[in-house]
């Protein structure tokens, strides 16, 4: 589980997508546009438990971002992120 003390600076991530070749660079925001995306495709029951519990889309991607670092999209397909601090 990521440590909160990431999150107190610029917020980069590193989203590692199965259906992308490259790693790609986002903000906080546009992850999060990312995991709503995807959620808004995934059926209820497909989610766990602890994501379900989240009644919208917004809290749902929310909760992720900020506890988790993979999200199952289809069998044997996982998106990954990774809070990384780049040298500015």
């Known amino acids: 589980m990521p440590s909160p003390i990431m999150y107190e600076a610029e917020e980069t991530f590193v ?10 660079f986002m903000t906080g925001e ?9 959620l808004s495709q995934t ?6 438990p602890d994501i379900r519990k989240y009644s919208s889309l917004d809290e749902q991607a929310k909760y992720l971002l900020t506890t ?4 199952q999209m289809a069998p044997g397909k996982t998106l990954q992120w990774y809070v990384v601090r780049l040298e500015k």
């Open 15 to 24: 989203v590692l997508d199965p259906n992308l070749l490259e790693e790609e």
């Open 30 to 38: 546009e992850l999060l546009i990312k995991l709503k995306q995807i």
């Open 43 to 48: 059926p209820v029951d497909e989610l766990t």
């Open 68 to 71: 988790g670092c993979e999200l």
